[in-house]
């Protein structure tokens, strides 16, 4: 931060600014009829027109969906018009107010996740104005009020967020977000960040009386002294505007920034180069140095529990890695059946069959009902973006997602210490583009969690039976815990290419079961 904003924006506990830049309660939300939802992405959908944006593009897709399954399943309202984006029109009466039907609620969903993923002002707006029209009239909708929850921490309102947060987790049994475990990260970072607030304070008493002053005028005053070398002058004046922005309520990714260059300020002052780690040399007074190294640490814990939330165990209770040739050998000479989360595995009765395998694999969300999917699971294999059944005890677990840092971040925020006694390492992260080097000049669309280990084990070759049972490439719906039932079939994957590719290597086929090996 080389200086201070010019306004800082003022936010009471539990509030945030709504799309039209007014203030509501994280729990309050103030209504939005669906025509003007409607028709600010109408509005906005004209703004993305020839955007190289990926992530605006992505959007603008959401947005024609959207537009098209409106115009699809309702006659056009006429003389309606785009209204401004960030202009919130009069609450129309109950009897007027047009309903949000099953049809346009997954595409309205959509629109707001694509808006906040973009990360721009006016998208944000847009994200939140979906999340209030979707809450309007679904007052426990779970995804609403997660919706709500990511724009308000993303807009930087922690306190709001926790409360919206909290709702979600009201309306859900399943919390496969991993969004008690967000909750409990914001909350200690905030308490993190007050601890180290109040200690830089206490160390500088001067400090509080610029606390109600200009926030501007008195950073950029502390600036100057300080390229001047009057440090004693300068720190009164610096930390007082950091009091001022949290007198203020000022977002946290700027209170933020606001300390991070201030503990800058106090390395460079102690001789200390670089930033990141604990000071560990410097020509400073001994006692100073060791100040500094409890400021950092607390700083670095702070930013770290708002990250990935608190971890339990650091080592996952005990977990023992597998590698590529570890999982070989662990399932070699043994029967294996894959239990597809299809309609047909739910309507059936094989529940006997199934558990009769040596090793039972399934899949993400995966429901157990004993007579119709069996018992056992013995191998967990999930996507790395969702924390279903992540807390059911099973034998060894292999999480699967393509961006390393991702993956790791994952497996730290969301991995249950004692729920897996064996647990995949990054040779199996991602076994169709990583092992088998299938790019995607050869294999264009993203595998899926099932094909990525249904390749695995065809790589492998090691196992005398190997059958899919289910696996009717969602023909006859999804059959998955309540919680993920609500999560539309993903359009990344490309369903047909891998049913191909399954049918060239079939030895036998039935209604339920495809037999491989």
């Not at 990250?307 to 590698?323: A, H, I, Y």
């Not at 099932?450 to 059958?467: K, Y």
């Amino acid at each position: 931060m080389t200086k201070a904003r010019t306004r800082w924006p003022r936010q009471r506990d539990a509030e945030a600014p709504t799309a039209s830049g007014e203030t509501v309660a994280a729990d309050r939300v103030d209504a939005v009829d669906l025509e003007t939802c409607l028709s600010a992405c109408a509005a906005h959908s004209t703004k993305l027109v020839a955007s190289l944006d990926r992530r605006r593009i992505a959007l603008a897709e959401a947005l024609r969906n959207l537009l098209a399954t409106r115009a699809a399943t309702a006659p056009a309202t006429s003389g309606m018009s785009p209204l401004p984006l960030l202009r919130r029109p009069a609450k129309a009466s109950s009897g007027s107010a047009l309903p949000l039907g099953e049809a346009l609620i997954d595409p309205l969903l959509a629109v707001g996740n694509k808006a906040l993923d973009c990360g721009y002002e006016d998208e944000t707006k847009l994200a939140l104005m979906v999340a209030d029209t979707v809450l309007t009239q679904r007052k426990r909708s779970r995804a609403g009020w997660r919706l709500r929850a990511r724009v308000l921490e993303a807009m930087g309102a922690e306190s709001a967020a926790v409360a919206a947060f909290e709702r979600y987790l009201e309306f859900t049994e399943e919390d496969g977000f991993g969004v008690a475990s967000k909750v409990a990260g914001l909350r200690e970072g905030a308490r993190l960040q007050a601890a180290l607030v109040q200690r830089l304070a206490d160390g500088c008493p001067e400090a509080r009386q610029y606390a109600g002053r200009s926030v501007t005028d008195s950073w950029a005053r502390g600036l100057e002294l300080h390229a001047r070398g009057a440090l004693d002058e300068a720190r009164p004046l610096l930390l007082g505007a950091l009091l001022g922005q949290i007198g203020a309520d000022a977002p946290v990714h700027e209170i933020q920034q606001t300390v991070t260059h201030y503990l800058g300020l106090l390395r460079e002052e102690a001789g200390v180069a670089g930033g990141g780690s604990a000071p560990t040399a410097g020509p400073g007074d001994p006692a100073a140095l060791a100040e500094l190294t409890a400021l950092t640490t607390l700083y670095a814990e702070q930013r770290r529990a708002r990250m990935r939330g608190p971890v339990d165990d650091p080592t996952f209770g005990g977990v023992q890695w597998l590698t590529l040739g570890e999982f070989r050998n662990r399932i070699a000479g043994k029967s294996l059946c894959l239990i597809a989360n299809s309609q047909r595995v739910g309507d059936s009765s094989l529940g006997k069959e199934i558990d009769d395998y040596d090793l039972v694999v399934r899949f993400n969300s995966y429901r157990i009902d004993p007579a119709a999917t069996g018992r056992r699971t013995d191998i967990h294999v999930s996507i790395h973006k969702h924390g279903f059944n992540w807390d059911q005890h099973v034998d060894t677990r292999l999480i699967f997602g393509g961006i390393s840092g991702d993956w790791k971040h994952s497996l730290r925020n969301r991995l249950v210490p004692g729920a897996q006694t064996y647990l995949g390492d990054e040779s199996l992260r991602w076994p169709v583009r990583d092992i088998g080097r299938l790019g995607r000049d050869v294999w264009p669309s993203i595998p899926t969690s099932g094909f990525n280990m249904l390749w695995l084990l065809d790589f492998l070759d090691v196992s005398p039976r190997l059958d899919l049972i289910g696996f009717d490439f969602y023909e006859s719906g999804a059959y998955r815990l309540p919680a993920a039932m609500r999560m539309p079939i993903t359009s990344v994957h490309e369903y047909t290419s891998e049913k191909a590719w399954v049918m060239e290597r079939a030895r036998s086929v039935t209604d339920t079961r495809i037999r491989l090996r």
